[in-house]
């Protein structure tokens, strides 16, 4: 049994942050802390409103009452987002972490809850990457997001992949924070079914988190999404942005190369940087 504090650590303390990556590697998920100053986690906080506010407008149904809605391609309609959320301090965590200087990104979500009518997600895997063109063979995921292709891809490939949850609010315990099953990374790629299966046989564990952490974690880290139980404080949402990268020497393999977005978005040890 491992328990959310011995995979924990503060971004200020780099003697915690060396561990992020044995945690990935045995665990496969770990929590980090402070990583923003307050001026900037307000930043972060304000133009993820603003995305939701221009967003809203132009796919109102997006916000369907009693779901967890999300929206893809953030750092499409918001690279300025990207830069202030993947800051030196965390850049340089997810680096150290994946043994590597360059990151690329290939997916940015937001999603949030807002109450007890929350719509759960069952156990999964996360293994959908979108790619530059669709084989439509046995791991295609056909197309998301108006036309961008999407495959499951090879355990070796995820292995190479990591991602990052910023949490923009609290996600509280029994507020509809995510639910983990930590070595479960280790696991090949499967469907739904054999996930669920697996996960009732292991340990579960929740993740509450601070505003302003970032939950890293492998691609395979079998989790699901339990609808906040509790009603969520005044007005307050659960929301939180995910962050998906590969190394910059990986490729989906089947002689596919990975979806080319209109901005390209790469993390180095100075942060994140638009090309
Ligand atoms: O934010 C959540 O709770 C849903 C996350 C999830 O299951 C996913 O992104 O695959």
């Given at each position: ?19 992020v990556s044995s945690?990935l590697d ?70 150290d972490a994946?043994h ?176």
């Amino acid at each position: 049994m491992i328990e959310l504090e011995a995979i924990t650590c503060s971004a200020a303390d780099p003697e915690s942050t060396a561990q992020v990556s044995s945690w990935l590697d045995t665990y496969g998920c770990a929590l980090v802390t402070d990583i923003y100053c307050a001026d900037a986690f307000d930043e972060i906080v304000a133009l993820t409103h603003a995305l939701e506010a221009q967003v809203h407008s132009a796919r109102p149904e997006l916000y369907a009452e009693g779901s967890v809605w999300s929206i893809k391609s953030v750092f499409e309609t918001s690279p300025e987002l990207a830069i202030r959320c993947m800051n030196p301090l965390l850049s340089r965590i997810l680096l150290d972490a994946m043994h590597t200087n360059a990151l690329v990104l290939f997916a940015g979500t937001l999603m949030a809850k807002t109450g007890a009518e929350d719509t759960p997600i069952n156990w999964h895997q996360d293994n959908g990457i979108p790619v530059d063109r669709d084989l439509k063979d046995e791991r295609s995921k056909g197309t998301r997001e108006g036309g961008v292709p999407y495959r499951m891809a090879t355990k070796d490939v995820l292995d190479r992949c990591v991602q990052c949850r910023i949490h923009i609010e609290p996600h509280r315990e029994k507020g509809g924070c995510l639910r983990v099953a930590p070595g479960s990374h280790a696991w090949d790629t499967m469907g739904y079914d054999a996930v669920a299966e697996r996960v009732a046989d292991i340990q579960q564990l929740d993740v509450p988190a601070p505003a302003g952490s970032a939950l890293l974690s492998r691609m395979t880290l079998a989790h699901m999404s339990p609808p906040a139980e509790n009603i969520l404080p005044d007005g307050e949402q659960r929301r939180v942005i995910q962050a998906q990268f590969h190394t910059s020497d990986v490729n989906p393999g089947f002689g596919l190369d990975w979806y080319k977005w209109e901005t390209a978005i790469r993390i180095g040890p100075e942060g994140a940087s638009v090309h």
